[in-house]
């Protein structure tokens, strides 16, 4: 039997809260405000997108949730717990992974070296054996030094790597970027796969078309708050909503 036919993480809790429910979300760097009363829900299981221009806040908003931002106010609530004065390290172990735009690869590591770099925190990740199997080429580049990758396999690398902590909601901030279409495709697999396995997943993203291949809803931020939130059927029938805010 496929043993990625099980899901790797538990049904949709009984009470049917949401996952994660962020309120009234402001954040700053130092002085300077960016994020102003940023609000959504997220259901267990469900992928939303957050879209907007450059500079609207994607990343502070996730960034925020993995308690990054060190200066942050309003509510965020994981799993029916309050996390928005919880550290860092406290937030990961309660099951939220962050894959940062940056990827994060260690060059001068190998693949396998960069995998099983963070440690797991809790049950439910993917074994080696499921990891392998949803990448079967960073199986076959293991011992292959980080600098030899191309940038959609760092980008898998990068995605792999959080598989195995026990996450179970996943912050992917752009992954489709710089990735010629092929494998922008190949990555929309991962993680429509990732989705049907049980994962809850915010995606940080201006690929509209990518987007629209994985998503459930769209969260449209425009400097520092929420400016619309679509389905993933209203933004198909309507792609010119959603351009007004791109300005594209
Ligand atoms: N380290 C930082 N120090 C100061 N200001 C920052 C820092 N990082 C981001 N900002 C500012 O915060 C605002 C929000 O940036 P953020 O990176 O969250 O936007 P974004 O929507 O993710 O856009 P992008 O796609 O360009 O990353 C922008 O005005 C940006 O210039």
Request: one cysteine or more.
């Amino acid at each position: 039997m496929n043993s990625l036919a099980q899901p790797a993480v538990p049904a949709a809790s009984a009470t049917g809260a949401p996952l994660l429910e962020v309120k009234d979300l402001s954040a700053w760097y130092a002085e300077s405000r960016v994020l102003h009363g940023i609000g959504f829900e997220l259901r267990e299981g469900e992928l939303l997108t957050l879209i907007g221009r450059n500079g609207a806040g994607k990343t502070t908003t996730l960034r925020s949730i993995v308690g990054l931002m060190q200066k942050r106010t309003g509510s965020i609530r994981f799993d029916g717990a309050e996390t928005i004065a919880r550290r860092p390290f406290q937030i990961a172990r309660m099951g939220i992974g962050y894959c940062p735009e940056e990827r994060g690869i260690f060059a001068s590591l190998s693949v396998k070296e960069n995998l099983f770099l963070p440690p797991v925190l809790r049950p439910g990740g993917l074994t080696d054996e499921q990891l392998y199997e949803t990448f079967p080429n960073l199986k076959a580049r293991a011992n292959s030094p980080g600098t030899k990758l191309s940038g959609g396999e760092q980008q898998m690398l990068a995605i792999a790597r959080i598989l195995r902590t026990g996450a179970k909601l996943l912050l992917l901030d752009e992954p489709s970027e710089g990735l010629a279409p092929v494998v922008v495709k190949e990555i929309g697999e991962i993680i429509k796969r990732l989705k049907t396995q049980g994962f809850t997943i915010i995606l940080v993203e201006q690929n509209l078309r990518f987007a629209r291949l994985v998503a459930d809803r769209h969260v449209v931020v425009e400097n520092g708050a929420v400016v619309d939130t679509l389905t993933n059927e209203e933004l198909a029938a309507d792609m010119g909503r959603v351009k007004s805010y791109l300005g594209v």
